[in-house]
């Protein structure tokens, strides 16, 4: 959310640039699984932070030192592992520097332009989603996170009028088949109707809703999502197949199918998970004692894996970025953590960027990760 057009605003410094390309290149360029890239920008990232920390471009307050002690101390006194620190000193840096928009050079925005189209075109030429040949990905296996890589790259080309890279993120959406990105592009152009055919109304919108409100209200559509989850498990049992292919347009409108049972019964049984187990619940399942649930099994399945899907019964995670934020780091850790994005979307906030932020918010209540780590 970088504004590109208002020359009175400050230029970009140094760290600016190490931020977005460490985000672009580690989402975009390197190979999926390939590089350890946190351990080859972590570093750079804290050295430069260091060197405009005492430069005195980066300005230092109370409420940004407090908070960060909070996200340090909750996420590595439980466990220290790179990539909870990774993850705490990432989002420490972007508090500490993020306090205004600023102006990004138009010729670093195209090259990240043409590498992410080049990406992109790649991807849909050769890259596919295990033995489907009807579904793309986007350097990453799973359709769903090639469709979050899709909507941040339309988004971006949208803001600098990149009309080449507009045209192929939205052939994603039948390329793809993911319905999070379907229905985050149905909230953004939403909002761009309401901007360009009832511009009174849009800006009404925009002075009601501070970062304050927009975060209570996703706090609430969280809540309404794990209600549901409980609600639907409580009236479907077992999941019913209704026939739907990955490749059927029909897909794109169905709520009770098998693929949703499975992420409603992982809501469901997350929410019992922390209401067993304080351990959890406070510092997140890398820290806790093993839990109880016995994994269904198939037998191509290595009997030996440990991953978090083992805690649930049909090794479906939470596809809910909040809900799998608070299962591997705790709710002290997630607290911290959502306090501190808010304080930068708060100063990122404005009436141009107000149309980019509620697609990535509505595409994290379906989709886990995609508020830690590089994304």
Not at 19 to 43: D, E, R
Not at 88 to 113: D, E, G, P, Q
Request: glycine share 4%; with cysteine; charged share 15%.
């Amino acid at each position: 959310m970088i504004n590109t057009n208002l020359s009175p605003l400050p230029r970009a410094t140094f760290l600016t640039y190490v931020l977005l390309t460490y985000a672009f290149v580690s989402l975009f360029i390197i190979p999926y699984g390939t590089v350890p890239y946190a351990k080859i920008f972590i570093p750079m990232l804290i050295a430069v932070f260091a060197l405009e920390l005492i430069d005195g471009k980066i300005t230092i307050t109370l409420s940004d030192i407090f908070l960060s002690i909070g996200i340090l101390l909750t996420n590595i006194i439980p466990e220290f592992t790179l990539i909870r620190f990774s993850d705490a000193i990432t989002i420490i840096i972007l508090l500490f520097k993020c306090k205004k928009i600023v102006l990004v050079n138009k010729t670093f925005l195209k090259i990240i332009y043409y590498l992410g189209l080049i990406s992109t075109i790649y991807h849909i030429l050769f890259s596919r989603y295990f033995g489907n040949e009807n579904t793309i990905i986007l350097n990453n296996p799973d359709p769903n996170f090639s469709g979050f890589l899709a909507l941040l790259l339309f988004l971006f080309c949208y803001k600098n009028k990149f009309s080449l890279g507009i045209l192929v993120c939205l052939s994603c959406v039948f390329l793809l088949w993911s319905r999070n990105y379907f229905l985050a592009l149905i909230v953004f152009f939403i909002l761009l109707l309401l901007e360009n055919f009832a511009p009174n109304f849009f800006k009404n919108i925009y002075k009601k809703a501070s970062i304050v409100k927009i975060a209570l209200v996703f706090i609430f559509l969280n809540l309404i999502i794990l209600s549901y989850s409980l609600y639907h498990i409580e009236k479907n049992k077992l999941p019913v197949s209704l026939g739907i292919l990955r490749n059927d347009p029909n897909r794109f409108f169905a709520v009770a199918d098998d693929s949703n049972w499975y992420r409603f019964n992982a809501n469901k049984e997350f929410f019992e998970l922390l209401k067993d187990n304080q351990e959890v619940m406070l510092f997140g399942a890398s820290f806790a004692e093993p839990v109880t649930i016995q994994p269904i099994r198939t037998q191509n399945q290595d009997e030996n894996d440990n991953e978090l899907k083992d805690l649930f019964a049909h090794r479906v995670a939470p596809h809910n970025t909040i809900f799998h934020l608070i299962l591997i780091r705790g709710v002290l850790f997630t607290s911290c953590y959502l306090l501190g994005f808010t304080f930068i979307l708060k100063r990122l906030y404005s009436f141009e960027n107000f149309k980019y932020l509620f697609p990535i918010l509505i595409f994290g209540l379906f989709l886990h990760s995609i508020y830690s780590g590089v994304s």
